[in-house]
């Protein structure tokens, strides 16, 4: 009798012990999934914008952006790159550089410091209206086209109507300018 107490004890703790084991494996599945499932949310976030300066609103987030993004980084990056005046060049080509991906900023700096000196020297204004952004999302890519006008030592120089392509680098969710390049007809 007292062996088949024994048995039925043993049997019994076998039973709750393959239990707890299969909950174990099963919680720790899940808690996997979860994880994975979370880590993956994260890494696909997206943060909806509405900038106050704009009427459209965008997203960016780690793995993607929308559009219209992009068409508000071309339309700000060419502004920056194209309208200034002898006062204001400064400012505007420092925020332009940290725009630009790091990597970059010390050939950057070199250029637009030589422009800087151009423009202070010959007292050049420039101002870029933008009317037709076209974007490529796939490719990280923009076309802005506008009229350019300029002044040099007060004399205007006529307008005229050019268009730039914008490439950008997407990395870990930061759109930023590679480089602008002027498109000749």
């Known amino acids: ?3 088949k107490f024994r048995d039925d004890a043993v049997s019994k703790y076998r039973l709750s012990l393959r239990i707890a084991f299969i909950w174990a494996i099963t919680s720790s599945i899940i ?5 994975f499932s979370g880590l993956y949310y994260i890494k696909h976030q997206k943060t909806h914008w509405l900038p106050i300066c704009t009427t459209t609103d965008f ?15 071309s339309r700000k990056v060419s502004e920056l790159r194209l309208s200034y005046n002898p ?6 080509y420092q925020q332009l550089i940290h725009l630009a991906p790091i990597k970059t ?9 030589e422009e800087i000196k151009v423009v202070k020297e010959k007292n050049i204004s420039s101002a870029f209206y933008s009317d037709r952004i076209l974007v490529d999302s796939k490719h990280h890519k923009a076309r802005v086209s506008g009229f350019l006008h300029r002044s040099s030592r007060g004399l205007v120089i006529k307008p005229e109507y050019k268009s ?6 997407f990395k870990h ?9 002027e498109v000749h007809k």
């Open 173 to 181: 969710g930061e759109l930023s300018p590679v480089s602008i390049l």
């Open 31 to 35: 808690l996997c999934a979860v994880l």
């Open 59 to 73: 997203y960016i987030g780690e793995s993607g952006y929308s559009p219209s993004y992009l068409r508000e980084m």
């Open 1 to 3: 009798m007292d062996t």
């Open 105 to 113: 900023q010390r050939t950057l700096t070199q250029i637009l410091d």
């Open 87 to 92: 006062e204001t060049i400064d400012a505007r």
């Open 164 to 169: 730039y392509d914008i490439q950008f680098s």
